[in-house]
């Protein structure tokens, strides 16, 4: 990547990548080429042109009109992405590879890199959205890096500044000079005390702390797999995700009693723990889970 912009969330981050590609396919194929394509299921955030990325009709519903444009292809349907490529004027493919808040779906390689193939030959933008899954999350430092692929744009906030609020569009030497001054701008975005964290946190990413991080993967990947009460488990790195007998929301809360912080994505139970969360730790909140969970009947 050849330039970043700072901004101070992931929903920025988001909006910072479709101006980017709005103006690049403005200049580039006329004003008429605007569509953003996004995934069903995926999240992309509250703004009301991130909502509008979000292919997912319940957070659209009360906000209309949401910022038009965007449309929702099937996550597993190249034919769809192709017919639609057909009758509209794409400027740009924004995906999540492993969507979060959609349910710690992790997509498919063939899908991937067959979406990136077809972007590629038609000068249309591939963004990935990093916003959750970058950072060291899924193992990598990003997780297109698990699929072969180079998006274009690359955006990420979350666990960029370790808590504090930073968001980054990364763009590559195509699209570096798209923003020219005055184009976009950021108040607090850039500030040397989010910088100072991110430059903390990137620091640490490094091969041992992968090492780690995929070692403490495949032991909760083996701890949960095949548990009383659990269904099944998803994701990659520490982005994990598992069905379960019980309501997700149920298991959630139980748990929270007992000390440890879950989230739900869709009807799944999700965790997304420190990325240097001590082994023993680990352990003792993925036996509080496995309790939970085994209490089923
Ligand atoms: C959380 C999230 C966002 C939005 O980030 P905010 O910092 O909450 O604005 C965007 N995309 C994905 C994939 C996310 O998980």
Redesign the pocket.
Known sequence: MSKVFFSN??????ECAIKIARKYAAEKKGEDCNVIVTLKN??????LT?LAATGQDHYHELYQPLTPGFIHVDAYNIFELEALGAKHKIAAIMI?CI???GGVNELKKSFVNEVAEYAEKRDILLIA?????GNGRTGKLYSYMNYGITPDIV?T??GLAGGL?L?ATLMNEKLQDVLTFGDHGSTFGGNPVCCSAAISVLDRLDDDLMDAVNAKSKYVFDELSGATGIKSVSGMGLMIGFETVKPAAQVVSECLEKGVLCLTAKNKVRLLPALNIPMDLLAQAIEVIKSVCADCQ
């Open positions: 969330s992931g929903a920025e981050a988001n995926s999240f992309h955030g509250r703004t991130t999540e969507q979060g808040e959205d990093e916003v959750q899954t955006t906030a979350k609020p968001g």
